[in-house]
């Protein structure tokens, strides 16, 4: 059996087609809803991922500001940008793109944006509620894995979900959002012991630790689902996820493919959050 597709491309179009329209319901009270991104230095990696999130923006009706600041802006500098735009009214979302150069703490400038307008979902307050099951921010990615979940109907209570990866904007986040409906959590991580016997037992995989190959054919149970965060290149520049596509999608029932699987959808859910950042101020 070959696996059915989850098109991240085709799901993006649908959601981000609703956000346009409710973009445009707060426009006619006079409200644009608004992003700022702030990127700090030159890693090729974020120019792109800036780039198109602000793109989908423009095209969402959502107006965005880029602002761009060379590798020596200091913590200071950067953290009087992050107040300054706490109290800007035209502004609904703060995304400060990951990774900071080396002199900033990541951490403590995640932790200036105010909880309001944190629609990358990683502030600590946004974390905690997340666990709580409280109202608040969703990291973008596992938020998008979980809505393309939703698309193909996937029941989750009582189905074995194996998460690979742990970090705090994808593995962690990702757990609890299963968690939450009702499905068995297994993390696994790089100092897992024999990650095959646990995906093995899973309905439903999520593969987020940005190596290739990472989960391939053979550690697959037939039918399950698997999602694919992964974003790597292969020895020919071409890019790929961590799972072995080509491999895995004999065996499982559905797929994510890389590209036009989970990337597009982040992007998607970072319009929901400004958009629901943007009505919640609303009121
Ligand atoms: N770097 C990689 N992914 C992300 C993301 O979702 N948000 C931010 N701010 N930085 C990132």
Known sequence: MTAQLIDGNALSRQLRAQV???AAALKARGITPGLAVILVGDNPASQVYVRNKVKACADSGLHSVLEK?????????????VQ?????????????????????DAQKVIEAISPAKDVDG??????????????????CTPYGCMKMLE???????????????????VGKPMALMLLAQDATVTICH???????????QADVIVAAVGKRKVLTADMVKPGAVVIDV?????EAGKLCGDVDFAGVREVAGWITPVPGGVGPMTITMLLVNTLEAAERAAG
């Open 151 to 169: 698309s193909i109907g996937y029941p989750l209570r009582g189905k074995h979900a194996v998460v690979i990866g742990r970090s705090n904007i």
């Open 69 to 81: 600041y060379d590798a020596g802006f200091s913590e200071a500098e950067l953290l009087a940008r």
């Open 20 to 22: 346009a329209q409710r």
């Open 230 to 234: 992964g974003m790597n290149r292969d």
């Open 190 to 200: 790089s100092a897992t012991q024999n990650l095959k016997a646990h995906t093995l």
């Open 122 to 139: 990683f502030h600590i307050a946004s974390a905690g509620a997340l666990m709580t099951g409280l109202p608040g921010f969703k990291p």
């Open 84 to 104: 300054t735009l706490n109290a800007d009214p035209r502004i609904h979302g703060i995304l400060v793109q990951l990774p900071l150069p080396a002199h900033i």
